[in-house]
């Protein structure tokens, strides 16, 4: 089963891919995840990310789509995998469909999971990630159990730096400008789902099932 993650930043793509992953036993595969791995490691691939997901910019597509293209291309992802932040543009999705058709296959699913702008802004200023495994909480709606360290693996939590609220805002636009005509995209191709994300997580997450199966 392959599943793309669509919606705004903060719409709670991470959230519910992480526990579909769990539940259909298929891998969670998340561009930002990638690249802030690579920050953290220092590599080249994430000096040159930082710079543009610093802006709350998009990393072009070239380097993107060739990072993507490599992790599904992984063992562990032959039986399917959940994309969480990929694609973010039509190029993106298009190149993609173009790799799987070479394969003989193609997306199964791509849920939308609706958020209105207004509830984003907080979403994201109470949004808290681990430094090490990169579980992710909520201040108020998905508290640690100890402020300020990660309930799986103990590291410090931290507020990302691109989820300020002047950068939640560029993102907000560049996900208006860039990433929204995807689900016309998927819409064409009869493929689009969508759910709504104001709801209580569980919640969220009973509607994809639903969808799933
Ligand atoms: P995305 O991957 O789309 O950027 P996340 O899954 O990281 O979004 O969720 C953004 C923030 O909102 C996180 O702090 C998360 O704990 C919280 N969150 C996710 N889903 C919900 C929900 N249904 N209700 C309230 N808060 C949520
Ligand atoms: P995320 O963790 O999905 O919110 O992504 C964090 C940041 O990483 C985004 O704001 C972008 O700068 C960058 N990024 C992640 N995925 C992509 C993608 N598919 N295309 C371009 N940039 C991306």
């Given at each position: 089963?392959k ?62 789509v060739?990072?993507?293209l490599?992790?599904v291309a ?13 694609p973010?543009?039509?190029?993106q999705a298009q190149v993609l469909d173009e790799a799987l058709t070479k394969l003989g296959e193609s997306v199964d ?76 995209y998927?819409?064409?191709k009869?493929i ?22």
């Amino acid at each position: 089963m392959k599943i793309i993650m669509l919606g705004a930043p903060g719409a709670g793509k991470g959230t519910q891919a992480k526990m579909i992953a769990e539940k259909y036993s298929i891998p969670h595969v998340s561009t930002g995840d990638i690249f802030r791995a690579n920050i953290k490691n220092g590599t080249e691939l994430g000096m040159e990310a930082k710079r543009y997901m610093d802006e709350g910019q998009l990393v072009p597509d070239e380097l993107t789509v060739k990072i993507l293209l490599d992790r599904v291309a992984q063992d562990d992802c032959k039986n399917g995998y959940v994309l969480d932040g990929f694609p973010r543009t039509i190029p993106q999705a298009q190149v993609l469909d173009e790799a799987l058709t070479k394969l003989g296959e193609s997306v199964d699913y791509a849920i939308d999971v609706n958020v209105p702008d207004e509830n984003i802004v907080k979403r994201m200023g109470g949004r808290r990630a681990c430094v090490t495994c990169g579980a992710t909480y909520h201040i108020e709606h998905v508290p640690p159990k100890k402020e300020g360290v990660c309930d799986k693996c103990g590291s410090e939590l931290i507020l990302r730096d691109d989820d300020k609220p002047e950068t939640v805002k560029k993102r907000l636009s560049v996900y208006h400008a860039q990433t929204q005509p995807l689900i016309e995209y998927y819409t064409n191709k009869g493929i689009l789902k969508t759910v709504d994300g104001t709801v209580d997580m569980m919640d969220v997450f009973a509607s994809i099932v639903e969808i799933l199966g």
